[in-house]
């Protein structure tokens, strides 16, 4: 029996894809199983009873001198400690392991079972990973950037252009309408296509001010979110109180772009999904930093899942908040109404 179990241990050891090693005190490698040559190119008469050190990276050594002591020494201890290290095959060349240790008692005394696995393509499919992870935020970043100086350039042009333009023909067609007699049916006529043209420059005014709010760029943070706030309450009827305090208007541009789109997508959500009949908006400045906080006593939601859905408002509130090293925060549950916090600092830039 115990020669059968004896070799049922042995096949489980050889067929394991990791290699096994074990290391007496003295820091001696006892065992390894064929696994091992694979990983490192030592055959199993090369690697029995020298030190663990020769799979040890010489760079590595010399950053980890208590390596042998510190990890690989037998004692009492919690099984399971899992390091990654850099090892050296036998023809000197790097690979990256991840080693789980153990610590076995045996007839030889107390050993430390090594489970190694060759984790080099796994970091670099991370480092792939994780480089096009850079990319992609860098190229939103560049998108949403792109996306807000197109924004304020039609927004300008709508303002500056079409609206003067339909502003000057509602008075050339009043000065038509003052032209003819109150009797005539030209002057009823003149009179309500003067009044459409007026609503058609009210209306382009809007999606001007909805593009890219003038105020945010003449008068500054506070006054356009405190006009955006006024828009929302009298268009739904919803009851906004604005707090700003200690909130200077010399902050960079971007900063100002994110904090108040960061509001607007808020608010928007808010008209949308909470049923919401109050709310409020903070912004406060303090210790090289502007907090903008937005509160509504709305029906709330699941935040996660809301990002199950992958909406794009949270996605472009987070989004924003990256570029300009913010921190977003959201706080909410069914029946909770919902609470946004960003803080972003003065100094950032990217």
């Known amino acids: 029996m115990l020669r059968h179990s004896a070799s049922t241990l042995h096949a489980l050891i050889e067929s394991s894809p990791q290699a096994i090693l074990a290391v007496s005190g003295d820091g001696k490698i006892t065992h390894a199983n064929a696994i091992t040559e694979k990983v490192f190119g030592y055959s199993l008469s090369e690697l029995l009873g020298q030190p663990i050190e020769m799979l040890i990276a010489e760079d590595f050594k010399d950053k980890d001198a208590g390596l042998r002591k510190d990890f690989f020494c037998p004692r009492d201890g919690p099984v399971g400690i899992t390091r990654e290290i850099e090892g050296r095959r036998k023809d000197g060349t790097q690979v990256l392991i991840e080693i789980t240790l153990g610590y076995v008692d045996t007839l030889e005394g107390k050993l430390a079972a090594a489970f190694v696995t060759d984790i080099t393509h796994r970091k670099m499919l991370e480092q792939i990973a994780e480089t096009s992870r850079q990319k992609i935020s860098a190229l ?22 079409l609206c003067q333009q339909l502003a000057s023909l509602a008075f050339d067609v009043g000065d038509l309408a003052a032209q003819t007699s109150p009797s005539d049916v030209a002057h009823s006529h003149l009179l309500k296509i003067q009044a459409r043209v007026v609503r058609m420059s009210e209306e382009v005014r809007h999606i001007a001010y909805r593009l890219h709010p003038s105020e945010l760029d003449d008068l500054g943070l506070n006054a356009a979110l405190q006009a955006l706030c006024d828009e929302v309450s009298k268009r739904h009827h919803i009851t906004i109180k604005v707090v700003t305090k200690d909130v200077s208007e010399q902050f960079p541009l971007e900063a100002a772009s994110c904090l108040y789109r960061v509001c607007q997508e ?9 049923k919401a009949t109050r709310a409020s908006v903070a912004l406060i400045e303090e210790h090289g930093s502007v907090a903008l906080s937005i509160k509504d006593d709305g029906v709330g939601f699941c935040v996660e899942a809301a990002e199950g859905k992958g909406g794009l408002g949270m996605i472009s509130m987070k989004e924003r908040a990256r570029i300009v090293n913010g921190k977003l925060s959201i706080k909410t549950g069914p029946g909770k109404g919902t609470r946004i916090d960003l803080v972003v600092p003065l100094t950032s830039s990217v």
């Open 140 to 161: 939103a970043a560049s998108l949403l950037r792109a996306q807000e100086k197109e924004r304020r350039r039609v927004s300008r042009e709508l303002h500056d252009t």
């Open 266 to 274: 808020a608010l928007n959500n808010m008209v949308k999904h909470s």
